[in-house]
């Protein structure tokens, strides 16, 4: 069955570096989705993706972060300079003519 | 703005038991409802979607309800197994591709 997958499932950095998530949504779909959830917390929408642009974006989703699909394949979420409060794990998730949407496991992003 | 809140936060009970998950939401323009499944550690699994015209969803042992007039949704499962025991989430989208909402989850343990 398709599956999303997220690189790395865990990622360790220290504050105030760059660090780039990695997805490969499911290969036809069309809608890119990045979620957050700290540890213990909801899970929250960060942003939304269609048609190489950004559909909708959470107030979480500032000057920080962006999001770009480089090649026909991949999905990035970029933190330019991660804070510790920027610790949590990060999901992706893509949906293609349905409107289930299907995640990723998920990367665990530390900031030190 | 969209708030989601599930009830109850834990619930156990024994095996063969049939239960009932709740979710409500705040605002009724919904586009659909999801309904998750989390296991510790890991990513969500998707069970059951609602579209807004729907009224219930069913899969296997899984049946899912939506009035949405009066902001909630019900998630049954019929004869409990411990392999059902995990954290169940339910999100509501309020746009095609954009923004969706979580609930805080019910965490789920059956015991054998």
């Known amino acids: 069955e398709p599956e999303v997958t997220q690189t790395p499932s865990h990622q360790v950095t220290q504050m105030g570096q760059e660090v780039i998530l990695r997805c490969v949504p499911i290969?036809?779909?069309?809608?890119f989705y990045w979620y957050r959830q700290i540890l213990g917390q909801k899970v929250e929408f960060l942003v939304s993706?269609?048609?190489?642009?950004?559909?909708?974006k959470s107030e979480i989703f500032d000057d920080q972060f962006s999001v770009e699909r480089p090649d026909g394949s991949n999905f990035t979420l970029k933190i330019r300079s991660t804070k510790l409060e920027d610790s949590a794990m990060y999901f992706c998730?893509?949906?293609?003519?349905?409107?289930?949407?299907?995640f990723g496991a998920g990367t665990r992003l530390s900031v030190l | 703005k969209q708030e989601v809140t599930q009830i109850p936060a834990a619930l156990s009970v024994p095996e063969g038991e049939n239960l009932v998950l709740n979710c409500s939401f705040t605002?009724?323009?919904?586009?659909?409802l999801q309904w998750f499944r989390q296991d510790p550690g890991k990513g969500l699994t998707s069970l059951l979607l609602i579209q807004s015209s729907q009224r219930e969803q069913t899969s296997g042992r899984l049946n899912a309800s939506l009035d949405k007039s009066s902001g909630r949704s019900t998630l049954y499962i019929a004869a409990s197994q411990p392999g059902d025991s995990a954290t169940y989430l339910c999100?509501?989208?309020?746009?095609?591709?954009?923004?969706?909402?979580f609930g805080d989850g019910t965490t789920l343990t059956v015991k054998p």
């Open positions: 993706f269609y048609n190489n642009e950004i559909s909708e």
């Open positions: 290969s036809n779909h069309l809608y």
């Open positions: 999100a509501v989208v309020n746009t095609n591709a954009g923004k969706s909402t």
């Open positions: 998730a893509s949906r293609g003519g349905t409107p289930s949407r299907y």
């Open positions: 605002d009724s323009a919904i586009y659909n």
